[in-house]
């Protein structure tokens, strides 16, 4: 694979020294079975830049502080949603109270401002954070191919796809049983929301740098 990888690279950089437009480049890989991701992160690697040989354009790396700021980006996102399905759970729990749950209303009022101190705190970093991440990367847009970014990236998508998995799953359950009630929905509703935005807006980050890349 890394020869594979060795030769494509070679492949391309002679071609753009010979004159070929990274269009034909593409075309030609293209037809002898390169896929498009792998001719695009190679074609990538140069800029459009007119000069007597190809001018390389720089290339993301991994800092310590790069990383730092990421873990804290997505470990706060994971702290606050956990603790805002958790908020919402136990709203719906005084709303809709179970009888034949015995769960007292003092540890329900404790539960409730565990989860508000948490979302007091958590939310805020992850959207200081957020911004900041986004600040520095519309500085340097070469960022957005850090490899922390998109290992973490995509594994908020997975977590968030299993937890719908998971969500539909035990609705799908209760309906076939015919258990369904208010209470159930409702939690059922909070969690596919939080899942489903968390997601959603993840896989159109992902989405948006293919179409700028």
Same mark, same amino acid.
């Given at each position: 694979?890394?020869?594979? *990888?060795?030769? #494509?690279?070679?492949?391309?950089?002679?071609?753009?020294?010979?004159?070929?437009?990274?269009? $034909? &480049? *593409?075309? +030609? !890989?293209?037809?002898?079975?390169?896929?498009?991701?792998?001719? %695009?992160?190679?074609?990538?690697?140069?800029?459009?830049?007119?000069?007597?040989?190809?001018?390389?354009?720089?290339?993301?790396?991994?800092?310590? =502080?790069?990383?730092? #700021?990421?873990?804290?980006?997505?470990? $706060? !996102?994971?702290?606050?949603?956990?603790?805002?399905?958790? !908020?919402?759970?136990?709203?719906?729990?005084?709303?809709?109270?179970?009888?034949?749950?015995?769960?007292?209303?003092?540890?329900?009022? %404790? $539960? &409730?401002?565990?989860?508000?101190?948490?979302?007091?705190?958590?939310?805020?970093?992850? +959207?200081?954070?957020?911004?900041?991440?986004?600040?520095?990367?519309? =500085?340097?847009?070469?960022? %957005?191919?850090?490899?922390?970014? %998109?290992?973490?990236?995509?594994?908020?998508?997975?977590?968030?796809?299993?937890?719908?998995?998971?969500?539909?799953?035990? !609705?799908?359950?209760?309906?076939?049983?015919?258990?369904?009630?208010?209470?159930?929905? #409702?939690?059922?509703?909070?969690?596919?929301?939080?899942?489903? *935005?968390?997601?959603?807006?993840?896989?159109?980050?992902?989405? =948006?740098?293919?179409?700028? +890349?």
């Amino acid at each position: 694979m890394a020869s594979g *990888s060795q030769e #494509l690279e070679r492949f391309v950089y002679e071609a753009l020294v010979r004159g070929e437009s990274k269009a $034909s &480049i *593409s075309a +030609a !890989l293209a037809s002898a079975g390169w896929r498009d991701e792998q001719t %695009r992160g190679v074609l990538d690697a140069y800029a459009d830049t007119p000069f007597v040989v190809p001018v390389p354009r720089p290339r993301a790396s991994v800092s310590a =502080r790069e990383a730092f #700021l990421y873990l804290v980006l997505f470990a $706060s !996102l994971y702290f606050a949603a956990w603790h805002l399905g958790s !908020l919402l759970f136990d709203l719906i729990a005084r709303a809709w109270p179970d009888p034949a749950e015995d769960y007292a209303a003092y540890r329900l009022g %404790r $539960s &409730i401002r565990w989860s508000t101190a948490a979302l007091i705190i958590a939310f805020p970093v992850f +959207a200081f954070v957020s911004n900041y991440v986004a600040k520095d990367v519309a =500085r340097h847009p070469i960022k %957005r191919l850090s490899p922390v970014r %998109r290992w973490l990236t995509y594994l908020t998508l997975f977590v968030a796809a299993a937890v719908l998995i998971g969500d539909m799953t035990t !609705l799908v359950f209760n309906v076939l049983g015919g258990e369904l009630t208010a209470r159930f929905v #409702l939690k059922v509703v909070v969690v596919a929301l939080i899942a489903g *935005s968390a997601f959603a807006w993840y896989l159109y980050d992902l989405r =948006r740098e293919e179409v700028d +890349a």
